[in-house]
Structures are given as structure tokens and as C-alpha cells.
């Protein structure tokens, strides 16, 4: 090929895709719609849940029931695939971490199921498929079925190992076919039936395996803890964490102090010696008949003052971790309501300019910016400018809750966690060398305390208000590139060009990483005006938070 010619295609798969970034391989794994044929409306879409159930029409009199369904549209992420699951899946779980977990696990068939396919519908009216993205990840949904008239069987496998996909654009079929099918049908109930019996005695000769002396038990780790305390064990995610050593505890040479195991099992890790819990440990466990199953096992610590309690009159302790504005105008101060001691933070006015209420792992105006000064949006047309963002951290989170209601008042908050890694160590002396890398993201942004406003990837759970009508938020950190439609693309968090020329303006930008960068520093933010560092908001705009957990 011609010099020109690979420069004019590198270019152009350049501008493909925001996916696509400098020849690496896009991670997105989205199913963003999808439509059958033979639906009635539109399908019921659980995003969180990665569940999708489909009302059909009425059955054709030509029919008992449907037996398949033609894909009409589907949208997945750019370089995604879809695939159907081979093999059983007996329970679905709701939580992404156990999304996650099953989507490592699950086997999917090599064929792909694109719009124009037909999929076969197992009598138990659900099957299962997997969006694969381009470097190889893979996210499960949960596909159902509802046919008028037609109940699905009652103990059919919940899994879609029988479906099938052809290439057939045709969603009926010829009388011929009908006659063939009602043939295979009979064919499949006497095999179906046959199934069953074997299936039967399958399961009572497994039982009476079990009883028989000598078999191994499944392998499991029953109790684990590292430098001296106690792990949370979650055995469905097959995942395992400490979250509450010492602050800036060195994670990299943690001893694994005690670890119980089933019977006649044995690990990859022997107590006693220190690994690297910070990044995780992948701990396998192999019984006596040489079956494994492998544990993510990981440490971590919270941020002081991380429950609220603490105060030094209008400003949450320890000031070395947590800053506001209040030198300006108190945004932020202490709230108790009922048994709850938390941080209110109110949007108001100043100097006729609007002022979010803030509080951050930041320091505010660390180069002492005149009031006035401050006041200039030509000067300053970009608030956030005047902070010096991020605190010393060093460890890897898998997710981030908090307590918190919000009165918007049409108004939308933030609430954010970023991991960085630092050249170099404040902004507020940052030299031209430095460079500040984004390593994890995890964003809410939304007009509603319930999150029915905008679409936040990054949200695994709202829950409902509690006694003191606080809601529970978890994010899923989000390691490396973020994921599409996260708030951060509407942030200045990638701008590492100042817009402000004042000399005492501070550069917060960061550079995208990949995720596998050592964490050094950490970026926690709650803003009652999402937009405030523009000096927009709505006046009264209120965001109460309390008890912040990070969760290894």
C-alpha cells in the first residue's frame, strides 16, 4: 500500500467513532434497542437490570404458539456483537456486580445475531444473550417473551442453549414448513419427554453421589481477612474486600492473616505472606476432585470524615480532606434531621452572581483571588479555575455510595469520584511538565433525586428515601474511558487549557488513561448547581449528603 493511502485510512478510522482511540480496542458493550417483528408496542427496557420483555401479538390461528421471532432492529455499541448464551443460566441476578461476574462466566455461541435473523423462543418464553465488545468484553442480558394465551412451561431450563438464530429474513413460514414443524413438534415432545425421565434419574443418581463417602466438596473460601481484619464475602460475584484499613494504608504489601476454606480444599495464596490487595488478588481454590472456582480479592480504605459527623463550625473536619466556599458565602453547613448528622449544600447569590453550594476533596482559592477579582466572569469564566482539586489516594474502589435528597427546583446536581495519577503533586504548583491522567471515573448528574432525569450510566442503585428521607446512590467506578453518555463529557474535566489568563488560575485538567495507572490522587465532589462553576444555577437549589462509602 501507498504511504498516502495507510495515512488517508489511519485518518479516516481516526474519525470513525468516538469509541475508537488511538488504535485500541473499544470496550463499549451497550445494547441501546432492539425490536422483533412479531412485537405489540414497544419493548419494556430495564437498563440496570439488563432485562428486555417483549408483548407479541396474537397468535396466528396457523399457530399454537410462537416458536420464533425475527430481529428488526437492534442497536448496539459501535464494534459490539450480539451472540446467543450457550449453556444454563440459573439464576439472574439484578446488581452489576453480579452482572459483571456472570458476563466473565457465560459461554456464548460464535454466531452472531444481527437484524433480519430469526430467534427460536424456548418454551420457557426467556433466553439469554451477550453484547461482546471489540476488545473482547462482554455484557448479559435477560430476553422475555409474553405471548398472548401462551404460558410459558412450568420447570423449563432458564437457560437459551436451545435457542437458535438463522439467517432467514422470513418471520413465517410456507404450509409445507408448518406441516414439517408439526411433525417436529410431535418428534420434540416425545423427546422432550424422554429428556425429562433422563433428566430424573440424572438427578437422583447425582443425589445419591453426594451421599456416597469421598466426594469432594465444592471448593469455597468460608472467611478470609487481611492485616487483621475481616473481609465482606460475596459469593454469587465470587468477590471478596476489605474496606476499611487505616487511611493510606500501603496496599501493595498486605498479609493475608487468616483464610478459612471448605473441606479438603486448597488456594493459590497461603496466610501469612503480604500480596498486593490494592490492585486485587486473583485467588483460586481447587478441591480434592480438581474442581476451582477463583475469588477477586481486594483492599481498601475510606476517606476521613467520610460519615459528615464531624464540623468546626460551618465546615466538615478534617479541613485537610474536605473544602468549600464558604469564605464567600456559606453554601455549606451542617444538617441534622432526626438521627442523621450530614452536610447541606444550597445554591445562592453573591456579588450578583449565582453560587452552587460545594464540597469537595479540594482546596478553595489556595492563591488567595481578590473577592472582586472573583466576582468577574470575564476574569473568571470558569469557576472551578480558582480550586486546587484532588486529595493524596492510593487505592482502587469498584464503587462509590452516599446518602443523599435533593431539592432542585428545576436545578441539576452533581455528584462525582475521580482517581487520578499525578506527575506531579497540588495543581496550585503544577509545572508545565506535569501530567495529570484520569484513571477512573463514576458520575451522577440529574435533576430528580430518584434519578428520572437524565440517563447516568455510571448508577447501579437509587433507593427509596429512608426515615430521614435520604435516598442510598451507588456508582460503579469506571476504569479507564468512560462510558458513553456519562455527565464528565459535558465537564471541564479533560480542558488542561486555561480560560482564565489571570496568572493565579489553576489547571485541573486531565489527560485520558487507560486504567491501569497507579491511583494517586482522588477527586470527590457534591455541587448543588451542576453548572456552577459558570456562575448558573437556580437559586435555593438544596443537596443534602451523608455517610460516603467507598466499597473495594
Known sequence: MKKWNFLALMMLLGACTADYDTFDSSDYRELKEIAVVEQDGSPAIYSEQHRIEFDLVEVPDSLDTWESVTLEELDLSHFATLHLVAGDIDDFPTDSAGLDSLANKVKYSKETIESGKTIQIPSSHVLYVVVVSESGKKSVWQLTFNIPNVEPESGSESSSSSAKSSSSAEGKSSSSEKSDKSSSSESKETSSSSQKSADSSAATSSSSETDEPGTAEAPKILALSIAGKDAVIDEESKSIHVDDLAFRTDLTALELSAMELSEGASASVTVGESYDFGAGVQVKVTNEDDESVTYSVKAGYQLPG??????????????????????????????????????????????TKIASGSLYTADFNPNGVGTLSMASSSTWPDGNELLDFGKPFAARPEYMEVKFSYEGKGDSCDIYILLENRTGNKNVNRKSTDVNTLVASAWFRSTKADNSGRENPDVVSVSEPDENNMRTLRLKLKYGEPLEGSPIENSSTFDTKLKSSNKAAINNGLVQGTGEEPVTHIRVVFASSADGNHYKGVSGATLIVDDLKLIY
Open 306 to 351: 467520610e460519615n459528615f459527623n464531624s464540623w468546626n463550625k460551618n465546615d466538615v473536619t478534617p479541613d485537610s480532606i474536605w473544602g468549600n466556599a464558604n469564605t464567600i458565602l456559606t453554601t455549606t453547613e451542617k444538617k441534622t434531621s432526626g438521627s442523621m448528622i450530614g452536610a447541606m449544600i444550597k445554591t445562592g447569590s453573591a456579588l
